[in-house]
């Protein structure tokens, strides 16, 4: 076989796809121009928006499960900002008052037990439904995973909602 020398071998600059080299006049006279209207030229359509995508139930229960562990890290933070600046037991007293109803009423009480505890219980639940498929991968199927992510969603407000009445 004949020997390749390194002039003939791909590099980083001949293995892409080429680039388009516009004059400055051409770049500006391009970024004049509107996208939608540089679309319609090519007749091809625009992507949707996110605002008018659907996302399937798995990446909403995905997104949920990221939201409530972060909520959960700044409930944290802030017990612990109310105990370093309020004082040994600021924190106690604070959920205390909330509890009793002495603030708003059994609304904001039935609130307040309910966005401690959905957060909890749904991102408990959902590591408990990872550590499954990790050990149980036949179970992860597009729709297994798609009835869990109703199931974690159900469970949570269900059991939640009972620790409304707690």
């Known amino acids: 076989s004949p ?6 071998l791909p590099t980083a600059a001949t293995a892409a796809r080429g680039m388009t080299v516009l004059s400055k006049e051409s770049g500006e006279e391009f970024r004049k121009q ?39 890290s700044f409930g944290a933070a802030g017990l612990g900002l109310a105990e370093i600046f309020g004082g040994n037991g600021a924190a106690l007293e604070v959920m205390s008052t909330i509890g009793s109803g002495a603030v708003g009423g059994g609304l904001v009480v039935a609130g307040a037990k309910f966005a401690v505890a959905f957060p909890f219980v749904y991102h408990y639940l959902g590591g408990l439904r990872h550590l499954v498929w990790d050990n149980k991968p036949e179970m992860l199927t597009n729709i297994g995973v798609e009835k869990a992510s109703y199931a974690l969603l159900g469970a949570s407000v269900l059991i939640s909602g009972v620790a409304i009445v707690v």
């Open 3 to 8: 020997s390749t020398s390194v002039a003939q």
């Open 34 to 72: 509107n996208y939608s209207s540089r679309m319609d030229a090519t007749r091809r359509p625009v992507s949707p928006h996110v605002t008018i995508y659907s996302f399937p139930a798995c990446a909403l229960s995905s997104i949920t499960t990221r939201v409530t562990g972060c909520t959960l």
